[in-house]
């Protein structure tokens, strides 16, 4: 269970507190997936990072399966958003100097125990359709394809939360409906709750759950 | 808004990274600049040193033998002497050994100068008169300190005795060649108040005493004498002065000064020519004869010897002078080998005209033997006791035998058995005293007596006209003139202009420290370049913007660039500071640590502009070329790739970009594109096989003798450091490799040491320039040298002696002969220490040291003449020469007895102090006495590998005497005796032969103190290598913080999902200490493979505490770097890179 309660998030500047985020409020279990749009510079991604624990919200409370991460120390936190937390970026981010499989385990790699990755690692891969890839490098891949990596990178630990900013925002229609699909097949077979951060009208229509970030204030559409 | 503000903006708001390039372009100016004043300080300290122990000398005149005291103040008041001069001191110079007769404490190598009021008043110190008086002696300090005396204590001083006779004929004395003297101490002399005065320069201890001129002069029996005159100059500018002091001369010197007697033979009415050496030689006789030509006066010629005996019909007469005359005196000389006896003599031997007559007479041998020869003659006429045949005046005078009284009272300087002399002979003596008792002719008497000294003992000048005594003066006014007093012993040279000109050094120190510095600054510039490449990296977008909005290209460089000059401005600003700290540390290094490669604690820091500003401008310069470099590859990349501040990335036409399928290749900078090129890693591959193949072909060569060991060795060492570069190479290019899985740090490491790959070109470079580093600082220790032990082998550097010895006073007698070493007293029964010790003997002309020992640039380099004996012998090792034939290839020593090629005298000198102290080459000329109007040519024949022959030339024997025919005896030995016999053997020759000032070393402390120099010159370049190589590790380290900054979107992805700061670090480290491992790996492992041959030969010694401490640094100073880089990097966020706006 996600639980935020009265969210706050403001920018210092020297001319005073910039504010982003205001008294936001959000409940979601498993299963839920919801797109979160708005206008440029609405304080979107900053939601999700706070979200995804990696920036701090002014005040307000945001707890994860009961735990709020930001009272967590560094360490803790680390392994917290390492086991909980997937996350999917619009640009993949994945290691060039890594193999496709490598990219895919490199959440694992700092995890308590080795808990056999590889065969989910190749499992996830298989997926999405990447089985005959493992061994390649990102630069031998297409847009796309990448992405589907940084998907099956996400879900490598089994996250209860899955972080969307913009996943199909630097591809073209086709990737893009793919990269979607299976975000959202994947998604359902996790049971993941799922958040996307999207400006794609297409893709936000795809999630049962719609909000609007305006002004400051989340609203559902 | 202006540029300018812009630029200003600029600079404060990345001030972090502009200081890092500042203080980047600081090391390196300071570095450079600091070098270049060690330069500066080394020569200036020198010269310092030099002016002070010089006081007001500029030229000198200078005489193997002694001269009138007066002669100073004849060129004192000569006309043109203040012209150029100011004022002339005579004193008296001598070298001596020092004894503090109570503790018995001994100083070899002590100049002596007899001095009186003039010699202070002449250095300007009127005022401060430390004229010794009576029995007083002036010590400088450090013999002071070095014989412990104090106020009163006595002490000797022993010197050679002044003789005009030569050393190495009949008359010279060679058991009784020096004199010592006592004196008693009246302290130390402050260097400040010329207690360290030297004419010729030296940066070590002065070891000198004063002592009063009018008792030395006594104590020598040459009142009224000096052998030294300094002149003081006018005014700057010494170019021409050496001339004109020898024109001043010529004008000034008397025929005293040169040793030539004018008598008045009243009684034979002629003058007689002679000289105080008793012998005259050729071109004094030329001389001679030709002044009495001119004043149409005649000439006879004399050769007057002592003969043993005389011999005929079983009687003998002994002790006898004999004159051999010529033509005009060779009436009763007829028939073949005709002698005429006086009727003394004839009714003596009871002879008659037709007899047979013998000669025996000693003959003076030039090695050192005394040999009895004989010479048969007959008897052709008798000659009576009166006219020319009683002319007792027609022998020179020698001293102990022409002045006695009597023939018992003779004091000859060879044996004599006074049981041989009759009464009738003192009776002869008493009434004819020096009288001839017989006469042969010249032509006979010159091939029997002859020497290289002369082969007259005196020419007669009779008048043709007019009276004896105008006669007399005449002819010493014609005379006078056609002498040159320069070849007659007397010297002129400038010391000040020569010391100055050797001040320079034969050692650029300047040159030195910056080779040894090359790493530093290196370093720093690699610091700077990617400092000020990592700011504009930083700054792409702003970049992108700039190129946006519509600055062209050529702005933005000029922007960039011009921010860069100001960097390097500042930076060189803060370097000069550095340069006096770097400078003053260097300086102190060479006090203390490096003190062996100086041999002085007496150089201080001397600043100076130009260095400061070379320094700053090569700096400058560099840093600039730098930033140019780095701005050159901006160029290509277009405005979309730099605002989106990434790329360095290829994008594939797949759609990607999002924008209608544009293919963008913006062009990347020096390193490899990140998708590994198919052909790349073959052809680094092929290379690494290829460069190992060369290796072990080099090694195999190497071992089979077809190429030399080190060579070999080294020549493999570098081919495999190229090698294994190839193969890391090909290697990160790689794709192939072992998954990286599993938790804990050995995974994150490994991911550390994948991210090696990212950038392979970038990772090589620092390997490279690591393994590079490292490589050349451990292999240099292959020319470390090491002389612990003795060698025997005759091929090494110390020809297979194994002690070497100096004496202070000349030794005529061969050590090798049992007479030898019983006239000095080496005979005795209980030396059996000395039984199988061989001497081979050199003859030696003080010099300059021309040895890395002697920071001066020698002007005029000891020499030394070895006997044909060592030349047939072979030794020592030569590592090349001018020989031709096979005979000179098989023994270049041989070419020491060529022909003189051009004039120029072939001489042999080691190969070091060839190249890095005369900076000559085989075939070049050494000029001694340039200025001077008889300088002395010496052509490198020859180069000797390592021998202890590093501070002098080489020149045959013959040559040595044409040339230097004053130096006489032989002063510089190498004895053969087995190693454990040495220390006995040193110790015997040292206490027999102390008052010859006999100084004994093992020559492998001789090869060890030249190897000393050398290696700290190594250690010097390996400690500040090391410096060097510590600094770049700080590059590496920047380079890793690029890496970080480069890839700040993929590490914020992997701190998403859940690596933390401790995970970051460890990635980082792990790469950084892969990198210098494989560096100092590499480069360590070919480096021992390089010096090999040299590990095994020094019995598998190494420095490995100095050099393993230096690697330890360098690894400890990298992982630190790369610890604060990583750190630093880190704590600005990372998740704003994962941003999609």
Redesign the interface.
Known sequence: MLEVTDLTKEYPTPRGPLPILSGISLSLSRGDAVSIMGPSGSGKSTLLYILGALEPPTSGTVTLDGRDPFGLTERELAAFRNKQIGFIFQDHSLLPQCSVLENVLTPTLVAEADGGYAERARSLLDQVGLSERIDHRPAELSGGEKQRVALARALIRQPLLLLCDEPTGNLDRKAAEVVASLLLELHRRQETILIVVTHSAELAARFPTRFELIEQQLRQA | MRTTTLLKRNFIYYWRTNLAVILGVATAVAVLAGALLVGDSVRASLRDLFLLRLGNTSQVVSAAGFFREQLADDLQTHPQFATAFGAACPLIVLNAIVTHDESRRRGSGVQVYGVDERFWKFHGREGADQTPHNRELLLSPSLAQELGSKDGDAILVRVEKPSAIPLESLHGRKEDVGRTLRFSARGALPASALGEFSIRPQQGAVRAVFVPLRRLQRDLEQEGKANTILISEKGPGDAAKPELVERLLKDAFTLEDVGVKLRVLEAHHCLSLETEGAVVNDALAESARRAAAGLGAQTSSFLTYLANSIRAGGHEIPYSLVTAVDDNYSEGLSGEDPIMLNEWAARDLGAKPGDAVSLDYYLWQEPGRLLTQTAQFRLSSIAGLSGAAADRDLAPEYPGITGSESLADWDPPFPMDLGRIRPRDEEYWHQYRTTPKAFIRLAKGQELWGSRFGKLTSIRIFPGSGDLRSLHESYRQSLRPTLDPVRMGLSVYSAKAQGLAASRGATDFGEYFVYFSFFIVASALLLTGLFFKLGVEQRLREIGILRAIGFPAAKIRSLFLNEGAALAIAGSIVGLLGALAYGGLMMLGLRTWWVDAVGTTLLTLHISPLSLALGAAGGILAALACIVWTLRRLAPASPRSLLSGDWN??R?G?????RGGEEETPRVFLYLP??PSPRRPVSASHAAVAFSLLGLLLLLGSALHWVGQVAGFFGAGTLLLVALLCYQSAWLQG?K?K??????WW??SR?GF??A??RPGRSVLCIALIASATFIIVAVDAFRRDSQDVVLDKKSGSGGFSLLAESLLPLTQDLNTAEGRESLNLGLPDDAALAGVTFTRFRLRPGDDASCLNLYQPRNPKILAPGDDLIKSGRFAFQDSLARTPEEQANPWLLLQGEAAGGAAPVIADANSMTYVLHLKLGDEFVINQSSDHPIRLRLVGALKDSLFQGELLLSEKNFLRLFPDQEGYRFFLIDVPPEKAARVSAVLEERLSDFGFDVMPTNERLASFHRVENTYLSTFQTLGGLGLVLGTLGLATVLLRNVLERR??L????????????FVLMVVAENAWLLACGLLTGTACALLAIAPAFFSRGGHLPTGSLGVLLLIVVVTGLAASLVATVAALRSPL?PA????
Not at chain 2, 654 to 658: F, H
Not at chain 2, 1138 to 1141: F, K, W
Request: glycine share 12%; net charge positive.
């Open positions: 990335v290829q594939r797949d759609g990607a970009t999002g990140v998708a794709s490799r998954i990286i899985q599993g938790s804990g995974p994150v991911l994948r991210n790959t990212y979107r993929e914020a992805l992997l701190r998403a999902v859940g690596y933390d700061s401790s995970d998740l994962l941003r999609a706006e």
